[in-house]
C-alpha cells in the first residue's frame, strides 16, 4: 500500500511537469492551430540560461524569474520572426518548420552548453521540512509551483482585459479584429506564455532529470500525451491530462511494463487517442463540413 | 461638408476574381445609407472593403477624411467604424458578458458600465442571458448581441451587414426601430447593407444599389422606388 | 525554301533530350567514378546510395500521397535488424537480406499505415513523431537483446567481393547497392506515372473528392505507408552492410530528421531531387567538419569545436525552416523552374 501510495504521489509530481507542457502546447494550438513540436527543446534552452546564471552567481530565484523574462521574449520573437508567416502555409510546411527549430534549438544548445550531463540545483533542500516518505521535498515543490502558475494563468485568462483578447484571439481572430484587437500580437503573447509555462517545466523537472540537450524529449511526449488525453484545444483539459498522465506512467511502469517502456506507453496513448478518440476526454469534437 | 466614409473608384477582388469595379459612395454624419443589390452584387464585399478584412482593394476609401484603404482592420476599427458582419461573427465560445466587453475592448473611460446597462435596454433579452455562452443564443439573439457589441464601441459609423437576415418579421421591425433610434440620438451614421429592399426604404434617407460591382443608382429612397433599374437589377426586365 | 515550325513542335523533344542525357551521365558517374577513387569516397558514395533510397521512400509517402511521416526512421532500424538478425543469426547469404528486410518492413508499414490512415496532416505527424521518439528505447528493450545485442549492437562481417582482381570489398558492395537502388528507382518511376501515381495524387490533394470517386483511400494510404517503409527497410538494410555494425543509438530521431531534411532539400515530390538530397544528407557534416577545421587554422579553438559539435544539427534546422520559407519545392523546384524560364526564352527567341 505504501509503495502504491508512493508511486501514486510521484505520478503526481510529474505530472504537474506534463501538465505545464501540455498547457502551453494546447495555448498555442488553440491559438494558431499548430503543434509546437520544439516546445520541450525551447523549454531545455531555457533551462541552461538558468544554469548559466545560476553557475554565475544568481541567486535561485532571481535566475527562475530571468530565464522565464528571456522565455517569454523568446516566444514572442520566434512568433513574430518565423511563425507569423506561416499563417497560410500547408500542414506539411508548419510541421516542417517547427522539426527544423527543434533540431536547430537541440543543436545550439549542445554547441552552446556542451552535451555532458549537469546537475541543477533545486531551490528545495532535500531535508526541508515539508518532506515526507511520500513525497520529497523538490516533488512537492514540483506541485506546488506548478499549481501556482497554472492558477495564475488561468486568472490572466479568466478576468484579464489582455487575457479576454488573446481568447477571442484565437476563437476568431476575423470578429477579434473588428473590435481593435491587434490578434497578430495576441498569438506572440500567446507563444511567448507558452515558452515561460516549457521553462517552468524545464527547470522543475532538471534536478531529476540532469540537464542534457536531450533532456525534454520525453517530457515533450508525455506533454503531448497529455495535451491529446485532455483535449488538444481544451485548457482545462491539458493540466488534468497532465496529472493522469504522470500517474498512469508510474502506475503502468511499476505495475505492468517495467520502467523500460514508458515511453512506449506515452506512444500509446497517443496512438489510442488520436485513432479512438482525436477530441481526448474534454475536447470539442469537429465536424469538417466538406 | 465632406462625407464622413467616402469610397471613390474602389476595386475588390477575391484572389483574382474581381468583384467590385469602380464603386463610388458616400455616407454622411449621421446620415443613414442603404446599400442595396441582387444576390452576388457585392455588397458584402463593400463593407469587408471599408474595413480590410479578406478582400484586396484598389482606389481610395476616406474616413472623416483619412484614408483607411490598406490600413489594417484594427486600425480602422480603432478611428471609429463598427462592423456587424456577414453571419454575425460572435464569439460563440465565450458568455454574452465577453461577447459585450470584447465589443468595449477599446474603450477606456468610465461608461463601458452604463453603455452595457443602456444594451440591456434596447435588447432586455441580453440581460436575461447575461452569463450564458453566446452559442447557445438563438439566431435572432445572437444578431442582437451582434449589434449591441458592435454599438459598444460607441462608433461614428456602424456597418450592418443583412441584420434582418433569418430573423422573424416582428424581430426584424424591432431591430429596425432600435437602429433608427439609436440613429437619432447618438447621431451615429450607418451603412446598412440589405436584400430586402423594402425594409431598407422605410429605414434610410439615402440608397446606392450595387449591381454586378458597380454602383448603378443612388438617391434617396423614393426616387429609387419609382426607378426602373431597381426593377432591372432585381427582376431583369 | 525554309522551313517553317513552330516552337511547340520543336521543345518537347529537345526537353527530352536533354533529361536523358542528364540521366545518363550521371549513370556513367555513377558506374564509373567509385573505380577511381579511394576506398574510403567509395563508402561515402555508398551512403549516399543508401540515403537516396531512404529519401526515395519518404517522399513516396509525404510528397505523392501527402501523408506526412516523421518516423520513417523506425523503418529504417526495421529494415536493418532484420538484416543484421538474418545475416548473424540465421546465415541467410547478404544478398537476400535487403529483399527479406523490404518484405518484412512493407508488412509492417501497411499495417501501420492502415491502423493510421484516419489521422490526416498534423495529427499523422503527431503519431509518427512520437513512434521515432519512442522507438530507439523499445529496440533497448531486454526482451529484444537477443536479437539486437542490446546496448552493445551487433557488428557485422562485411560482403565480400566476389572478384576481389577486378573489385575490392567496398566497391563490390557498392555496386550491389547500386542495382538494388537502380531497380527501385525503375519501380518507383513506372508506379509514379501509372495508374497508382495518379491515384496518390489525387488523394494527397483532394481526399473527398477521390473517394468519392470510387478511390479506396484506406487501402491506398495503407499501401502507400507500406511501399515507402518497404523502401525506407531496404536503404536500413544497404546501410547495415555498408556499416557493418549498428546499435539501438544508430536510430535516434535525427534519423528520421536526416531522411526528412534530405526529402525536404532535394524537393518533397521529386524523384530526381531524391539524388540532391541523399548527397546533401552525407556531406553536410563533412562539410560542417571542414568549416570546423578553418576555424581551428584561422585560430579560433573555442569556434572550432563548437562547430564541430552541434553544427550539423543546428544546419538541418536552420536549412529545413529557411528552405520552406523560401524554396519549398527543394532544389528539385529550383531547376524546374529555372529549366521553364529557360525554355520560354527560347520558345520567344524561336517565334522572332
Same mark, same amino acid.
Given at each position: 500500500?505504501?509503495?502504491?501510495?508512493?508511486?501514486?504521489?510521484?505520478?503526481?509530481?510529474?505530472?504537474?511537469?506534463?501538465?505545464?507542457?501540455?498547457?502551453?502546447?494546447?495555448?498555442?494550438?488553440?491559438?494558431?492551430?499548430?503543434?509546437?513540436?520544439?516546445?520541450?527543446?525551447?523549454?531545455?534552452?531555457?533551462?541552461?540560461?538558468?544554469? #548559466?546564471?545560476?553557475?554565475?552567481?544568481?541567486?535561485?530565484?532571481?535566475?527562475?524569474?530571468?530565464?522565464?523574462?528571456?522565455?517569454?521574449?523568446?516566444?514572442?520573437?520566434?512568433? !513574430?520572426?518565423?511563425?507569423?508567416?506561416?499563417?497560410?502555409?500547408?500542414?506539411?510546411?508548419?510541421?516542417?518548420?517547427?522539426?527544423?527549430?527543434?533540431?536547430?534549438?537541440?543543436?545550439? &544548445?549542445?554547441?552552446?552548453?556542451?552535451?555532458?550531463?549537469?546537475?541543477?540545483?533545486?531551490?528545495?533542500?532535500?531535508?526541508?521540512?515539508?518532506?515526507?516518505?511520500?513525497?520529497?521535498?523538490?516533488?512537492?515543490?514540483?506541485?506546488?509551483?506548478?499549481?501556482?502558475?497554472?492558477?495564475? $494563468?488561468?486568472?490572466?485568462?479568466?478576468?484579464?482585459?489582455?487575457?479576454?483578447?488573446?481568447?477571442?484571439?484565437?476563437?476568431?481572430?476575423?470578429?477579434?479584429?473588428?473590435?481593435?484587437?491587434?490578434?497578430?500580437?495576441?498569438?506572440?503573447?500567446?507563444?511567448?506564455?507558452?515558452?515561460?509555462?516549457?521553462?517552468?517545466?524545464?527547470?522543475?523537472?532538471?534536478?531529476?532529470?540532469?540537464?542534457?540537450?536531450?533532456? +525534454?524529449?520525453?517530457?515533450?511526449?508525455?506533454?503531448?500525451? &497529455?495535451?491529446?488525453?485532455?483535449?488538444?484545444?481544451?485548457?482545462?483539459?491539458?493540466?488534468?491530462?497532465?496529472?493522469?498522465?504522470?500517474?498512469?506512467?508510474?502506475?503502468?511502469?511499476?505495475?505492468?511494463?517495467?520502467?523500460?517502456?514508458?515511453?512506449?506507453?506515452?506512444?500509446?496513448?497517443?496512438?489510442?487517442?488520436?485513432?479512438?478518440?482525436?477530441?481526448?476526454?474534454?475536447?470539442?469534437?469537429?465536424?469538417?463540413?466538406? | 461638408?465632406?462625407?464622413?466614409? %467616402?469610397?471613390?473608384? $474602389?476595386? &475588390?477582388?477575391?484572389?483574382?476574381?474581381?468583384?467590385?469595379?469602380?464603386?463610388?459612395?458616400?455616407?454622411?454624419?449621421?446620415?443613414?445609407?442603404?446599400?442595396?443589390?441582387?444576390?452576388? @452584387?457585392?455588397?458584402?464585399?463593400?463593407?469587408?472593403?471599408?474595413?480590410?478584412?479578406?478582400?484586396?482593394?484598389?482606389?481610395?476609401?476616406?474616413?472623416?477624411?483619412?484614408?483607411?484603404?490598406?490600413?489594417?482592420?484594427?486600425?480602422?476599427?480603432?478611428?471609429?467604424?463598427?462592423?456587424?458582419?456577414?453571419?454575425?461573427?460572435?464569439?460563440?465560445?465565450?458568455?454574452?458578458?465577453?461577447?459585450? !466587453?470584447?465589443?468595449?475592448?477599446?474603450?477606456?473611460?468610465?461608461?463601458?458600465?452604463?453603455?452595457?446597462?443602456?444594451?440591456?435596454?434596447?435588447?432586455?433579452?441580453? *440581460?436575461?442571458?447575461?452569463?450564458?455562452?453566446?452559442?447557445?443564443?438563438?439566431?435572432?439573439?445572437?444578431?442582437?448581441?451582434?449589434?449591441?457589441? @458592435?454599438?459598444?464601441?460607441?462608433?461614428?459609423?456602424?456597418?450592418?451587414?443583412?441584420?434582418?437576415?433569418?430573423?422573424?418579421?416582428?424581430?426584424?421591425?424591432?431591430?429596425?426601430?432600435?437602429?433608427?433610434?439609436?440613429?437619432? %440620438?447618438?447621431?451615429?451614421?450607418?451603412?446598412?447593407?440589405?436584400?430586402?429592399?423594402?425594409?431598407?426604404?422605410?429605414?434610410?434617407?439615402?440608397?446606392?444599389?450595387?449591381?454586378?460591382?458597380?454602383?448603378?443608382?443612388?438617391?434617396?429612397?423614393?426616387?429609387?422606388?419609382?426607378?426602373?433599374?431597381?426593377?432591372?437589377?432585381?427582376?431583369?426586365? | 525554301?525554309?522551313?517553317?515550325? #513552330?516552337?511547340?513542335?520543336?521543345?518537347?523533344?529537345?526537353?527530352?533530350?536533354?533529361?536523358?542525357?542528364?540521366?545518363?551521365?550521371?549513370?556513367?558517374?555513377?558506374?564509373?567514378?567509385?573505380?577511381?577513387?579511394?576506398?574510403?569516397?567509395?563508402?561515402?558514395?555508398?551512403?549516399?546510395?543508401?540515403?537516396?533510397?531512404? $529519401?526515395?521512400?519518404?517522399?513516396?509517402?509525404?510528397?505523392?500521397?501527402?501523408?506526412?511521416?516523421?518516423?520513417?526512421?523506425?523503418?529504417? &532500424?526495421?529494415?536493418?535488424?532484420?538484416?543484421?538478425?538474418?545475416?548473424?543469426?540465421?546465415? $541467410?547469404?547478404?544478398?537476400?537480406?535487403?529483399?527479406?528486410?523490404?518484405?518484412?518492413?512493407?508488412?509492417?508499414?501497411?499495417?501501420?499505415?492502415?491502423?493510421?490512415?484516419?489521422?490526416?496532416?498534423?495529427?499523422?505527424?503527431?503519431?509518427?513523431?512520437?513512434?521515432?521518439?519512442?522507438?530507439?528505447?523499445?529496440?533497448?528493450?531486454?526482451?529484444? %537483446?537477443?536479437?539486437?545485442?542490446?546496448?552493445?549492437?551487433?557488428?557485422?562481417?562485411?560482403?565480400?567481393?566476389?572478384?576481389?582482381?577486378?573489385?575490392?570489398?567496398?566497391?563490390?558492395?557498392?555496386?550491389?547497392?547500386?542495382?538494388?537502388?537502380?531497380?527501385?528507382?525503375?519501380?518507383?518511376?513506372?508506379?509514379? !506515372?501509372?495508374?497508382?501515381?495518379?491515384?496518390?495524387?489525387?488523394?494527397?490533394?483532394?481526399?473527398?473528392?477521390?473517394?468519392?470517386?470510387?478511390?479506396?483511400?484506406?487501402?491506398?494510404?495503407?499501401?502507400?505507408?507500406?511501399?515507402?517503409?518497404?523502401?525506407?527497410?531496404?536503404?536500413?538494410?544497404?546501410?547495415?552492410?555498408?556499416?557493418?555494425?549498428?546499435?539501438?543509438?544508430?536510430?535516434?530521431?535525427?534519423?528520421?530528421?536526416?531522411?526528412?531534411?534530405?526529402?525536404?532539400?532535394?524537393?518533397?515530390?521529386?524523384?530526381?531531387?531524391?539524388?540532391?538530397?541523399?548527397?546533401?544528407?552525407?556531406?553536410?557534416?563533412?562539410?560542417?567538419?571542414?568549416?570546423?577545421?578553418?576555424?581551428?587554422?584561422?585560430?579560433?579553438?573555442?569556434?572550432?569545436?563548437?562547430?564541430?559539435? @552541434?553544427?550539423?544539427?543546428?544546419?538541418?534546422?536552420?536549412?529545413?525552416?529557411?528552405?520552406?520559407?523560401? +524554396?519549398?519545392?527543394?532544389?528539385?523546384?529550383?531547376?524546374?523552374?529555372?529549366?521553364?524560364?529557360?525554355?520560354?526564352? *527560347?520558345?520567344?527567341?524561336?517565334?522572332?
Amino acid at each position: 500500500m505504501q509503495a502504491f501510495l508512493h508511486q501514486l504521489l510521484s505520478g503526481l509530481a510529474n505530472g504537474a511537469i506534463y501538465a505545464s507542457v501540455a498547457l502551453a502546447l494546447v495555448m498555442i494550438f488553440k491559438a494558431t492551430h499548430h503543434v509546437n513540436f520544439a516546445q520541450g527543446e525551447l523549454a531545455m534552452f531555457s533551462t541552461y540560461v538558468a544554469y #548559466t546564471l545560476i553557475e554565475a552567481g544568481v541567486s535561485y530565484w532571481i535566475a527562475f524569474v530571468v530565464t522565464l523574462a528571456f522565455s517569454f521574449a523568446t516566444g514572442v520573437a520566434i512568433e !513574430r520572426l518565423i511563425m507569423r508567416r506561416l499563417q497560410h502555409a500547408s500542414a506539411l510546411t508548419s510541421v516542417i518548420v517547427f522539426i527544423g527549430l527543434l533540431v536547430a534549438v537541440n543543436g545550439l &544548445a549542445g554547441s552552446l552548453f556542451g552535451s555532458s550531463i549537469k546537475q541543477f540545483p533545486s531551490p528545495f533542500p532535500s531535508q526541508a521540512w515539508y518532506g515526507t516518505t511520500y513525497l520529497s521535498p523538490h516533488e512537492l515543490g514540483m506541485i506546488v509551483v506548478t499549481l501556482v502558475v497554472l492558477a495564475f $494563468v488561468f486568472v490572466f485568462f479568466r478576468y484579464t482585459r489582455l487575457g479576454l483578447a488573446m481568447r477571442a484571439a484565437a476563437e476568431n481572430p476575423a470578429s477579434s479584429r473588428l473590435v481593435g484587437i491587434r490578434v497578430g500580437w495576441m498569438l506572440a503573447l500567446g507563444w511567448g506564455l507558452a515558452c515561460v509555462l516549457g521553462a517552468v517545466a524545464g527547470m522543475m523537472a532538471a534536478p531529476i532529470l540532469f540537464l542534457e540537450p536531450n533532456m +525534454m524529449a520525453g517530457v515533450l511526449l508525455y506533454g503531448l500525451a &497529455a495535451a491529446l488525453l485532455g483535449g488538444i484545444d481544451n485548457p482545462w483539459g491539458a493540466p488534468i491530462g497532465g496529472f493522469i498522465v504522470g500517474v498512469l506512467e508510474n502506475l503502468v511502469g511499476a505495475y505492468l511494463v517495467g520502467s523500460h517502456l514508458k515511453l512506449a506507453f506515452a506512444l500509446f496513448i497517443i496512438v489510442a487517442v488520436l485513432v479512438f478518440k482525436p477530441s481526448g476526454l474534454f475536447g470539442r469534437t469537429v465536424v469538417v463540413r466538406v | 461638408m465632406t462625407a464622413l466614409l %467616402e469610397l471613390r473608384g $474602389v476595386d &475588390a477582388a477575391y484572389g483574382n476574381t474581381a468583384v467590385l469595379r469602380g464603386v463610388t459612395l458616400e455616407v454622411a454624419e449621421g446620415g443613414l445609407v442603404a446599400l442595396l443589390g441582387a444576390n452576388g @452584387a457585392g455588397k458584402t464585399t463593400t463593407l469587408r472593403a471599408i474595413c480590410n478584412s479578406g478582400v484586396r482593394t484598389r482606389g481610395e476609401i476616406r474616413f472623416a477624411g483619412q484614408r483607411i484603404d490598406g490600413q489594417a482592420t484594427e486600425r480602422i476599427v480603432r478611428l471609429g467604424v463598427g462592423h456587424v458582419p456577414e453571419g454575425r461573427g460572435t464569439f460563440l465560445g465565450l458568455s454574452v458578458e465577453e461577447n459585450l !466587453r470584447l465589443g468595449g475592448y477599446l474603450r477606456r473611460d468610465r461608461h463601458v458600465a452604463s453603455d452595457t446597462a443602456k444594451m440591456f435596454g434596447y435588447f432586455p433579452v441580453l *440581460r436575461d442571458r447575461f452569463h450564458q455562452q453566446a452559442g447557445t443564443l438563438s439566431g435572432g439573439e445572437q444578431q442582437m448581441l451582434a449589434i449591441a457589441r @458592435a454599438l459598444m464601441s460607441r462608433p461614428k459609423l456602424l456597418l450592418l451587414d443583412e441584420p434582418s437576415f433569418g430573423l422573424a418579421p416582428i424581430l426584424v421591425q424591432e431591430i429596425f426601430r432600435i437602429l433608427r433610434v439609436i440613429n437619432q %440620438e447618438e447621431r451615429m451614421a450607418m451603412l446598412v447593407v440589405e436584400q430586402n429592399a423594402r425594409l431598407a426604404f422605410e429605414l434610410v434617407g439615402q440608397v446606392f444599389l450595387l449591381e454586378t460591382g458597380r454602383v448603378v443608382a443612388s438617391g434617396p429612397p423614393q426616387q429609387i422606388a419609382a426607378d426602373e433599374s431597381v426593377r432591372r437589377a432585381y427582376l431583369g426586365q | 525554301m525554309t522551313v517553317v515550325t #513552330t516552337a511547340a513542335s520543336i521543345t518537347p523533344v529537345r526537353r527530352f533530350d536533354q533529361r536523358m542525357l542528364w540521366l545518363a551521365a550521371l549513370l556513367a558517374l555513377a558506374i564509373l567514378g567509385p573505380l577511381l577513387v579511394s576506398d574510403y569516397h567509395v563508402f561515402q558514395a555508398t551512403q549516399i546510395v543508401v540515403y537516396a533510397v531512404a $529519401v526515395l521512400g519518404l517522399n513516396l509517402l509525404t510528397g505523392f500521397s501527402g501523408q506526412i511521416s516523421l518516423g520513417n526512421g523506425a523503418f529504417f &532500424a526495421l529494415g536493418s535488424y532484420v538484416a543484421v538478425i538474418l545475416l548473424s543469426k540465421a546465415g $541467410v547469404p547478404y544478398w537476400i537480406t535487403p529483399v527479406a528486410a523490404g518484405a518484412v518492413c512493407f508488412g509492417a508499414g501497411y499495417l501501420f499505415g492502415r491502423s493510421a490512415a484516419r489521422l490526416e496532416g498534423l495529427y499523422l505527424a503527431l503519431a509518427t513523431f512520437a513512434l521515432a521518439t519512442a522507438f530507439p528505447q523499445i529496440l533497448k528493450l531486454e526482451l529484444f %537483446e537477443r536479437w539486437t545485442g542490446g546496448n552493445q549492437g551487433v557488428v557485422l562481417s562485411k560482403p565480400v567481393s566476389p572478384i576481389p582482381d577486378l573489385l575490392g570489398n567496398d566497391q563490390w558492395l557498392y555496386y550491389y547497392c547500386l542495382a538494388v537502388a537502380i531497380a527501385l528507382y525503375i519501380v518507383a518511376w513506372n508506379l509514379v !506515372r501509372g495508374r497508382t501515381g495518379r491515384a496518390l495524387v489525387a488523394l494527397r490533394d483532394h481526399p473527398v473528392a477521390a473517394a468519392t470517386m470510387g478511390v479506396n483511400v484506406v487501402s491506398y494510404k495503407s499501401t502507400a505507408f507500406g511501399v515507402s517503409a518497404m523502401y525506407t527497410g531496404v536503404a536500413g538494410a544497404l546501410g547495415a552492410l555498408a556499416a557493418g555494425f549498428i546499435s539501438p543509438d544508430s536510430f535516434t530521431i535525427l534519423v528520421s530528421i536526416q531522411i526528412l531534411v534530405g526529402g525536404v532539400v532535394g524537393g518533397i515530390t521529386s524523384i530526381f531531387g531524391t539524388l540532391f538530397g541523399a548527397a546533401f544528407i552525407q556531406l553536410v557534416p563533412d562539410l560542417t567538419k571542414k568549416l570546423s577545421e578553418v576555424a581551428g587554422a584561422l585560430g579560433m579553438p573555442a569556434l572550432a569545436s563548437k562547430l564541430s559539435d @552541434a553544427a550539423p544539427a543546428v544546419l538541418y534546422g536552420v536549412l529545413l525552416i529557411v528552405f520552406m520559407m523560401v +524554396m519549398p519545392g527543394g532544389i528539385a523546384g529550383l531547376v524546374r523552374s529555372a529549366r521553364a524560364r529557360l525554355t520560354r526564352t *527560347r520558345r520567344n527567341h524561336v517565334k522572332t
